[in-house]
């Protein structure tokens, strides 16, 4: 299990790489500011916790933690919700997709669900037992 969190962290980064140069290149052009900051919102979040998930399968790979593995599994779905949603919304009217409406009120979920892992990481923290 603990394999699969280094490579969904990896997974991010790329994602969140590529996104950002993305945005700063190809989308400056078509987006408003506003929306050109939203995307990169989702940008900086996923980047920030794939560094998360990594520190997570680092800590994993020494400590035998129930909570750090929720953490992973909550910041991991939070991400995919929250910046998912994020570039959906930025992107719809390029993707000709009004359909599309229905992700605005998954953001604040996928940010309850990394607040969760965040709760759940301090929980883990708490419980460790070091030398």
Not at 17 to 39: D, R
Not at 63 to 70: D, G, P
Request: include cysteine; charged fraction near 10%.
């Amino acid at each position: 299990m603990t394999k699969s969190i280094l490579i969904k962290a990896g997974v991010f980064g790329v994602i969140a790489v590529l996104g950002g140069a993305f945005g700063a290149h190809a989308l400056k052009e078509i987006l408003t500011l506003e929306q050109l900051t939203s995307f990169l919102t989702g940008v900086r979040y996923q980047m920030l916790h794939a560094i998360v998930l990594f520190c997570l399968f680092l800590l994993m790979a020494r400590f035998e933690s129930k909570q750090f593995k929720i953490a992973s599994h909550l910041i991991f779905w939070g991400v995919i919700l929250f910046s998912g949603s994020i570039y959906l919304l930025t992107l719809k009217n390029i993707m000709g997709f009004e359909v599309l409406r229905f992700a605005g009120p998954i953001t604040p979920i996928g940010g309850l669900l990394i607040i969760g892992g965040w709760i759940f990481i301090v929980i883990g923290g708490a419980k460790l037992k070091l030398n």
